[in-house]
């Protein structure tokens, strides 16, 4: 055997012992602070993301965009903010999420933090409405490169029993910041404190990204399964052994031996990898998936207000009506706690989808305030449902030498799908109010449910390496 070939075996078996000795790890408060770190990073790059509903009723009061179709180029100012956001989101998503498999999941996970936190601050400060956009997009690349990282991360330095609970806690953590965004929405955005326009104290909050982004970084490391597949096989030791021994301590008892794991294929991946066998099929059907998904997501929750407005609420009621909704994002997790890794992530999926499609409906029956909250808060846990399961599903069906690119790839089309699905929900609005919006959202959950219903693969209680072959 030559030397090249025994150094490549070395680097299999290293990479096997590394994903045996993480799966076998039981949930202890080691491995939960990880995912709590990594989540509260990642409630930032949610804020900035979702505050779109909340920023664009002040632009319009401040005179930034104007509101109906008099904004640039004959269109809806609103629906070019949320398009601009998303076209940011695909560029990053499509064309720079490979830089986590290159540099690390750690290194990347901290500079598109720093990266969108300064953009969007830049941002709060801008009077124009091209200016406005402009550093949106700018701030988009850094959300969309991040999505991307962190649930990559999180895949990877998990133990295979508890991935779903663990990416549900993760959006549970994160969903903080939406009632967080609708409350200064609701707070600042009627108001000029200070003679500055309130919109732009929500804008900015998430520079505060920037203050505590070192103490996460100081205290998660490095994927182990990263390094291994590097061929940094001394470092992935070091990780591994220092979260071993503290798992061990707090679990009071000795850790179980490892179970023999599967064997990834060293090397670097490449973007063609994800076009061959058992990979194909995977691609393509995320692709469809993520081109229906994000109609039901944010075609809700980037238009609350505007929805709310559509069927009744004054402009105050509204923005109020949506803070009310969004504190049921954070905690509507907690009931899917014992069912997210006792089920298949596929069959959440699509129960997700069929929910989404069922109270939409029912949104548009009513006009009373009772009703469109209590149907807001359906429809908000039906999205909390879909939102987690898929952020933990698509990471499982790559390897980890192409994840990030592989999962920011077909991640790209739901961004693709948003800039449009933006204009299309704002034509839908203002022809046929809100039950348009939500035949619309309906049409896109039964392709959902078509793609990952039946095509899908079973992924519970499975390593990641299995699921890669």
């Known amino acids: ?58 632009l319009i009061r401040s005179g930034i965009f104007q509101g109906g179709s008099k904004g640039f180029l004959g269109l809806t100012d609103q629906a070019a903010f949320a398009s601009i956001t998303f076209a940011g989101l695909f560029v990053a998503t499509l064309g720079l999420s490979h830089i986590a498999d290159r540099y690390g999941r750690r290194t990347i996970f901290t500079f598109s933090l720093l990266w969108y936190s300064a953009a969007t601050l830049i941002m709060a400060t801008r009077s124009t409405a091209l200016g406005v956009d402009l550093w949106r997009f700018i701030a988009a690349l850094g959300v969309g490169v991040e999505l991307v990282t962190i649930d990559t991360y999180v ?14 806690v993760n959006q549970m953590i994160q969903f903080c910041s939406i009632p967080l965004a609708a409350l ?42 990263w390094l291994a597949q590097q061929g940094r096989s001394a470092e992935a030791d070091r990780v591994t052994t220092a979260i071993e021994a503290r798992v061990a301590v707090e679990s009071g008892r000795r850790l179980p031996p490892p179970e023999q794991a599967a064997v990834e294929e060293a090397g670097s991946g490449t973007l063609g990898e994800i076009w061959v066998p058992p990979y194909r099929g995977r691609t393509i059907m995320l692709i469809v998936f993520n081109l229906c998904q994000t109609v039901g997501y944010y075609g ?18 509204s923005l ?61 846990t039906s999205n909390n449902l879909l939102s987690y399961s898929f952020h933990a599903y698509q990471p499982e069906l790559f390897p ?10 077909v991640y790209s089309f739901s961004r693709l799908s948003t800039i449009f699905s933006s204009f299309a929900i704002a034509y839908f609005l203002a022809h046929f109010g809100a039950p348009g919006v939500f035949a619309f959202i309906g049409a896109a959950m039964l392709g959902v449910v078509v793609s990952i219903g039946g095509f899908g693969p079973r992924t519970r209680g499975l390593a990641l390496e299995q699921i890669s072959h």
């Open 155 to 168: 895949a990877e330095l998990v133990p295979k029993r508890m991935r779903g609970r663990a990416f549900l």
């Open 300 to 317: 809700f929750n980037n238009w609350v207000p505007a929805l709310m407005a559509a069927q009744g609420a004054t402009f105050t009621h």
């Open 1 to 58: 055997m030559s030397p090249a070939d025994r150094g490549e075996r070395l680097h299999i078996h290293s990479a096997a012992d590394i994903t045996a000795r993480l799966d076998r790890l039981p949930a202890t408060r080691t491995i939960w602070k990880l995912v709590v770190l990594l989540s509260v990073g990642g409630c930032f790059e949610l804020y900035d993301l979702l505050m779109t509903a909340y920023v664009s009723p002040g």
């Open 184 to 225: 200064m929405g609701w707070i600042f955005v009627p108001i000029d404190p200070f003679g500055i326009s309130g919109w732009r104290f929500v804008a900015a909050f998430p520079a505060l990204a920037a203050i505590v982004v070192w103490s996460i970084r100081r205290a998660v490391p490095e994927s182990p399964r």
């Open 400 to 409: 980890t030498r192409v994840r990030a690119r592989a999962v920011g790839f």
């Open 320 to 380: 109020k009506y949506s803070f009310i909704v969004a504190l049921a994002s954070p905690t509507v997790p907690l009931l899917f706690y014992t069912l997210t890794d006792r089920t298949e992530r596929k069959w959440q999926l699509v129960g997700a989808a069929c929910a989404i499609a069922i109270f939409g409906g029912l949104f548009t029956l009513s006009t009373a305030p009772a009703w469109l909250i209590l149907c807001g808060i359906a429809l908000t």
